[in-house]
């Protein structure tokens, strides 16, 4: 599967931004997909998943702000994002994995898209 992630851009502190990611070549219900983001000189983190029969998990650091959602029909996860933070400024990035256990780490996953900047100023 080839995934293709959008949306990023800049937006205010408190504002809502989405992120896209669309896939390709098998359909994203065969996966687990996931958010994983990486701020200037830190370490990838994750940020949420929704795994094939539905399920959400989410970072206690987004958790209540972000929702992860799946359109089966346009083969697309998304991530709406709202009560952006600055420290909500990282690159973003989907994954795919074949299998929906230990959501949490990046090493399950097996597919990557490339990764689309958000920054939100204060």
């Known amino acids: 599967v080839q995934l293709q992630a959008s949306g990023g851009g800049l937006v205010q502190a408190g504002g809502p931004l989405r992120l896209s990611c669309a896939a390709s070549?098998?359909?994203?219900?065969?996966?687990?997909v996931g958010w994983f983001r990486q701020a200037p000189g830190k370490e990838r983190e994750f940020v949420a998943a929704?795994?094939?029969?539905?399920?959400?998990y989410y970072a206690d650091s987004v958790k209540g702000r972000f929702t992860i959602s799946r359109d089966n029909a346009k083969n697309t996860v998304y991530l709406q994002m709202n009560s952006l933070k600055p420290e909500d400024t990282a690159v973003y990035y989907c994954?795919?994995?074949?299998?929906?256990?230990?959501?949490?780490?990046?090493?399950?996953?097996?597919?990557w898209g490339q990764g689309t900047l958000v920054t939100v100023s204060s």
């Open positions: 070549g098998r359909t994203v219900s065969s996966y687990a």
């Open positions: 929704v795994v094939r029969l539905g399920r959400a």
């Open positions: 994954a795919a994995a074949t299998q929906s256990f230990s959501v949490y780490s990046q090493a399950r996953y097996d597919f």
